[in-house]
Structure formats: C-alpha cells, structure tokens
C-alpha cells in the first residue's frame, strides 16, 4: 500500500487495486466490505482506477463488477507514463523564458529531510561519489547507493567507524578508519560528481544538515575523505620510518597543526585501522 502510495495512488485507490488483485472480480460491495473502503466512495474509487487503466469494469447481467489490470503490466504501464511525463516536463522547462536559479546553498532541519536529499543526490550522480558515512545512514542510503553502483557510478567510501567487517551498508571501494566525531553524533558526508555536497550531522535528538554547489566548501568536503585515505595509507606503510625522515622542525609543525599534539601517534592510529 505504502509503495503505491508512492506511485501516486491514494489511501483508496491503493486498497481497492490490492483487493481487486486478492479477489480476482468482485461488484463495488463485495470490495467495500473485504478492502475496508465505505461503501459510500467505492464505486467513485473504482472509476478512478479505471480512468486510470489499472482496473477494467465488466457490465454483466447481474450488476457491473470489476477486475484488476496485472500488477506487471500496471508497473510497465506506470512506468512508461512516468517516463512520458518527464520528457514533456523536460521540453516545456527548456522553453522557460530564463534559466532557473539555485540557491547557493540551503539548510536541512530533520534526520528525515537529510536522508531524503541524500538519496536525491544518490540518484543524480553521474560519474562519482565521495561518502564518509557511519553504520545508520549506510544501512538506510544502502540502495540507493547499490542502484549507483550497478549503473557505473564510481564509489569510494570511507566508513568512520572502521567497523571490524562490511555491514552490507557501504557499497564501492570501502576504507575504514576510525574517524567518527567523539560522543552520540553521527557525520553523513556526500560529494556527487565534485558538484554539490551534502553535509549532515545526527545527534541524539536532533539532526542538522548543508546542502551546497559551492565549489570551495564542495572541494573541501572532497579533501577531507581523500586527505584521510590518503594519511591512513601512510601512516600504515611509513609512520615506523618518518622520525627519521622528518626534521625537528616539521615534527612541531605537524603537531602545532594536529589538535591531539602528536602527529605521529594520530598517523600511526590511522594506519592500524586501515590495516584492520
């Protein structure tokens, strides 16, 4: 019911098409009382579902009775008029008399408002995503990001927990690190294409979220997932070597630049997780 609901049928309409589909052929009555429709809007339902071709009525001797359309040949149906109504929207919005305009960048206030224009942005990737996600938001956006996969998008995903083994969330070219932010939050990060980002952060009771095409704060979301991979390969094939190969100086530097004051210890933490 959910998911013709999504297609575009009402309550009704929903209940009707999936008691005709049980019932085979049934009279406004019978699909009232078994569908759990008020007898009082069932026959308008009803020719709607027809208006709509995915039932047929059949006029018999004893009353009009009706008959679902295959659920195959409705979702064929669907799709192709789906497919029709985004050409013609495509061709009327060419014809606008000025080219729309996007904000810069807009804010995302609910858990389920940045799920949604994650999977939106999932589903407009052309070429590559950059992710650095935690095991939640991996087990939600999982299809999406598998339906990517399959239709040649390059993945690369950094898990931030450096879960011990895959958890059918993270789908590419998978790198775990231990990178999660300290306490109950949650990071959701997204680059689609080097074009827009999204940024998103869970908290126990609250969630908010960045959606932008502005190329540094996109470039800089793109550094960090690659910048991370990039120190934990390091840290895994030369952190044991480079007290010897840094100077005193750049040793200072590097800690000045690292909250934690060593450098080093961070870069070598790196490393053994992506060993793990």
Known sequence: LALLGDLGFNDYEAKAYVGLVDAGECNGYELAKTAGIPRANVYAVLERLVARGAARRIDTPDGTRFTAIAPSRLLTHLQHQHQRTVAAASEAMAKLGRSATVASAFNLRSRAEILAHAVGEIDAAEKNLLVAIQPVEAALLATPLQHARERGVAITTLCLEACAKECAGCQGQIHRLQMAPQGAARWLLL??????????QFDAGA???????????????????????????????????????LSLQARQLLNDFYPGGDFLAHLRSLGETASS
Request: aromatic fraction near 4%; charge should be negative.
């Open 191 to 200: 680059v689609v294409d080097r074009r827009q980002v999204l940024l998103g």
């Open 207 to 245: 969630a908010e979220g960045l959606v932008t095409a502005q190329r540094l704060v996109v470039e800089l979301a793109a550094a960090y997932i690659r910048q991370s991979l990039t120190l934990a390969l390091l840290g895994n094939e030369l952190a044991d070597r480079f007290d010897g190969l």
